[in-house]
């Protein structure tokens, strides 16, 4: 027997700006209710991987529309628009159905999850449906102090996103401790959250790191295309790669934070 051809992808990304959060939740990107998908890839993670840069990279190599929809943020803004709430009540498998009905490109539906929103919305039947048929990329970044620090500062400064802001804020060491403490807790508790999770579904993930997103993109997402049988947008995929840069803001903040970590070696231990 034969096997089946690659699918050729096209990407609908403009090819000149580099998508933010914002404007992965337009209307704009919602696609006709009778679209559906063949291939599911999700991926899991938790803060400070790379898995906006990885999520704009599959975006802009044609391979779904990715982003965070179960994020506390994101979903009231799209369960409302697509009207899978009852009054306050999530509809949770309602949801999920519409979402990879509007959200698949290209019969490809991609999806970042972190293991706190797992948590509060997909440890249920109808979550753990949505996960059925999916290849899963566990995203983890090797560096865990890094990681730490990351996440700490973006913590206190609540400025999640690429955009370097203009001014560097001051904290005290009290704040600054506290918030690495508080990173280093939920970095353990998401990435032993998720190896739960594999472990009662029995379900092996494609491992990731967040070095090869950033260093060696091109030869990590042939490796996705392979897993999926796709043929992807290279055109598109280069020039996302020549416009998605690393983020360098908060450098004084993350300065000062890695110094602290350091006179407290072995915390993530």
Not at 73 to 101: C, F, K, M
Not at 107 to 135: D, H, V
Not at 173 to 200: C, P
Not at 201 to 229: C, G, W, Y
Request: hydrophobic residues 40%.
């Amino acid at each position: 027997m034969q096997s089946q051809q690659p699918l050729s992808v096209k990407s609908i990304w403009d090819g000149h700006t580099r998508p933010t959060a914002k404007s992965f939740l337009s209307p704009e990107l919602d696609q006709p209710k009778n679209s559906s998908a063949v291939r599911k890839l999700l991926i899991c993670s938790s803060p400070r991987t790379s898995s906006k840069r990885l999520a704009r990279l599959l975006y802009s190599a044609g391979v779904g529309i990715p982003m965070e929809y179960f994020n506390p943020l994101n979903l009231p803004i799209l369960s409302q628009r697509w009207s899978q709430q009852r009054g306050s009540e999530l509809l949770v498998e309602d949801y999920t159905s519409e979402l990879v009905a509007r959200r698949s490109i290209n019969g490809i539906f991609s999806a970042t999850i972190q293991f706190g929103q797992l948590e509060k919305y997909l440890m249920n039947p109808s979550g753990k449906r949505f996960f059925e048929g999916a290849i899963l990329l566990f995203l983890r970044r090797t560096d865990l102090e890094k990681q730490a620090v990351s996440l700490a500062a973006a913590s206190l400064t609540n400025h999640w996103g690429f955009e370097v802001p203009e001014i560097e804020n001051q904290f005290s060491e009290k704040q600054m401790r506290d918030a690495l403490v508080a990173a280093i807790d939920l970095i353990h508790r998401e990435n032993s959250g998720w190896l739960q999770f594999f472990s009662e579904l029995k379900i092996k993930p494609v491992e990731v790191t967040s070095d090869e997103v950033n260093q060696q993109h091109f030869s990590l997402m042939q490796r996705i295309a392979e897993m999926m049988n796709l043929v992807v947008d290279r055109t598109k995929l280069e020039l996302m790669a020549c416009v998605d840069h690393p983020y360098e803001g908060q450098r004084t903040l993350k300065q000062d934070l890695s110094r602290m970590l350091t006179k407290e070696s072995g915390a993530l231990n």
